[in-house]
């Protein structure tokens, strides 16, 4: 069934830029369960975890030509979920306030929405991204819970170039926007910054070491974090949801977490024995033991022969989560009371989700079955 919008009997199409990220990755799913015509852009074609097909189109987004090419020619575009990121692979925490990876960020977002507004009233709505680096997460103490209506941090970031341009461009062109700021995403998507694939890996090889399941991070703390696949289900409402209109909000699953208490879950999913703490870069010990890993993708027939491809940037995301080397871990709770007011109130038990995406990738071959 199409989706159809209420003015005029207009069918809807949603233009998922970041398709084959994580969050690209669910909210295609979720605009599909929705009955959307939904069109997928990034560089590389993404395989759902449902198997579904979906029409995709190849461009880089840092390519103002060719992304004017591409989606200029495109019809009938009336939504955007904005979910692409330009993220620094050799320094992905220092890369955030970078000036150059701020700009080719502001650049990919213009490439995507300017080639759509030369088919005039078309374009009904844009959602973009922004997370809790909003609220300067990564640089000092925040606000707790730290809510959508808090001033502005004054830091180096393209979130805020990002809302203020699609938010000019929407009042000049009559289209509305929504801005999301979920707290630490995961899920079944390989690669980007989701860290389950690394916490995979080290377990994996850990155990084909002989080598207990051991934490490998810092100190104790109390998080939240959004999955994936409820950020993708936030997107599609957004699109369509009046009370989403030129609105911010903020997304986790409802409820806290610490990773010493899920990780015997993880564990149990991944058929390794937890050990006493052990702190480390998970980074720096999955490059130490690419050798371990090429053995056990042999031994299993994993599909996961590129190491890099199926971790991405997860392993220096991970050690930040897990506050490696760091005094403490980030205090860091956002207020969702504006998003449950505004008619959205699905929630998911993290360490479900946690364990969900680990199975799936056990499942698809991607990381050895538990034994």
């Known amino acids: 069934m199409m989706k159809w919008s209420l003015k005029m009997g207009v069918r809807s199409k949603v233009l998922v830029a970041g398709a084959s990220g994580l969050i690209g990755v669910a909210a295609i799913e979720s605009f599909l369960s929705a009955g959307w015509d939904v069109v997928g852009v990034s560089r590389r074609r993404p395989e759902l975890p449902s198997g579904r097909d979906f029409e995709f189109i190849s461009v880089d987004l840092r390519n103002e030509e060719a992304s004017r090419e591409a989606l200029g020619a495109l019809p009938d575009v009336t939504h955007v979920a904005y979910a692409a990121i330009y993220e620094n692979a050799h320094d992905l925490v220092g890369g955030w306030s970078n000036e150059e990876q701020i700009e080719v960020n502001n650049a990919m977002l213009r490439n995507v929405v300017e080639p759509l507004l030369q088919r005039k009233g078309t374009l009904k709505h844009v959602s973009i991204l922004q997370g809790t680096k909003a609220y300067g997460v990564h640089l000092h103490p925040i606000a707790i819970p730290a809510r959508e209506s808090d001033p502005r941090d004054d830091h180096a970031n393209f979130f805020f170039d990002q809302q ?3 938010r000019d461009l929407g009042a000049e062109h009559g289209f509305t926007y929504t801005v999301l700021r979920p707290q630490l995403v995961t899920g079944k998507t390989p690669g980007a910054l989701n860290v389950l694939p690394a916490i995979g890996v ?3 090889i850990r155990r084909e070491k002989g080598e207990p399941f051991s934490f490998p991070g810092g100190p104790s703390f109390v998080w939240e974090m959004a999955d994936a696949d409820l950020v993708g289900q936030v997107m599609s ?8 209109a030129n609105e911010i909000f903020n997304i986790t699953n409802g409820d806290v977490f610490e990773w010493r208490s899920v990780w015997p879950a993880f564990a149990t999913t991944l058929g390794v ?3 006493a703490d052990e702190p480390m870069s998970v ?3 999955i ?6 890993w090429a053995k056990i993708v042999a031994k299993y027939g994993l599909a996961s022969g590129d190491l890099v491809s199926f971790v991405g940037q997860g392993d220096q995301h991970v ?3 897990f506050a490696s080397g760091a005094p403490a871990g980030p205090v860091a709770f956002v207020s969702t009371i504006k998003l449950r007011k505004a008619g959205f109130g699905a929630v998911v038990d993290t360490r479900d989700a946690f364990c969900d995406a680990l199975q799936s990738f056990i499942d698809r071959k991607l990381l050895p079955p538990a034994v």
């Open 202 to 204: 080290y377990a994996a």
């Open 283 to 285: 980074a720096k010990y």
């Open 319 to 321: 050690d930040f989560a």
């Open 287 to 292: 490059r130490e033991n690419t050798d371990v």
């Open 273 to 275: 024995t937890v050990g």
């Open 164 to 166: 203020d341009y699609i």
């Open 237 to 244: 409402w957004a699109a369509q949801s009046p009370n989403a």
